[in-house]
């Protein structure tokens, strides 16, 4: 299982990393609804995997708690990935993009009608709580969790448990 879920994690962390670094070079990291399409993209790589290794590695069947670890685990090797590739772009490739954000935030507390000192006293405690390190860590940890539910739903539809015509 492992040697699966490696592979099909890698593939869904590059898909994913392709994705975000297309986001980036169409200046749209900011688009929150953007975002979806990153969890479709996810949920496919997690179905595929557990299906993969249902047809190819059990002969077609698999329990639900084996379809939930191939999945749990596929988004977990995608979130390495995805993290490392954040902590990049945030330090390496763009290390402008922080403030980007941070414009984004200000932007959006504005809009929902915060005064002056509420915005820059909620801009300040988000700059406490993120900066390269901080968005790779959470990345992870949020791949790793949406994976997880993602797996939960999905393994429902991917069991296949025992051969009825033994």
Same mark, same amino acid.
């Given at each position: 299982?492992?040697?699966?879920?490696?592979?099909?994690?890698a593939?869904?962390? /590059?898909?994913?990393l392709?994705?975000?670094? $297309?986001?980036?070079? &169409?200046? #749209? *990291?900011?688009? !929150?609804?953007l975002?979806?399409?990153?969890?479709?993209?996810?949920?496919?790589?997690?179905v595929?995997?557990?299906?993969?290794?249902?047809?190819q590695?059990?002969?077609?069947?698999?329990?639900?708690?084996?379809?939930?670890?191939?999945g749990?685990?596929?988004?977990?090797?995608?979130?390495i990935?995805t993290?490392?590739?954040?902590?990049? /772009?945030?330090?390496?490739?763009?290390?402008? $993009?922080?403030?980007? &954000?941070? #414009? *984004?935030?200000? !932007?959006?507390?504005?809009?929902?009608?915060?005064?002056?000192?509420?915005?820059?006293?909620?801009?300040?405690?988000?700059?406490r709580?993120?900066?390269?390190?901080?968005?790779?860590?959470?990345?992870?940890?949020?791949?790793?969790?949406?994976?997880?539910?993602?797996?939960?739903?999905?393994?429902?539809f991917?069991k296949?448990?025992?051969?009825?015509?033994?």
């Open positions: 299982m492992l040697k699966s879920t490696l592979n099909y994690g593939m869904l962390g /590059l898909t994913l392709m994705y975000s670094l $297309l986001l980036w070079m &169409l200046d #749209a *990291t900011t688009h !929150q609804w975002g979806l399409i990153s969890h479709i993209i996810m949920i496919t790589g997690i595929l995997a557990t299906r993969t290794f249902r047809d590695e059990q002969g077609g069947f698999i329990t639900y708690g084996r379809a939930l670890a191939v749990t685990m596929t988004a977990v090797f995608a979130g990935i993290a490392f590739f954040t902590y990049l /772009l945030y330090t390496v490739i763009d290390p402008g $993009l922080i403030d980007k &954000l941070y #414009a *984004t935030m200000e !932007q959006a507390y504005y809009e929902a009608g915060m005064s002056e000192n509420q915005i820059e006293m909620a801009v300040n405690m988000a700059k709580f993120t900066n390269p390190v901080m968005i790779s860590v959470f990345g992870f940890l949020s791949s790793a969790f949406t994976g997880f539910i993602f797996s939960l739903i999905t393994s429902i991917l296949k448990e025992g051969n009825p015509f033994e």
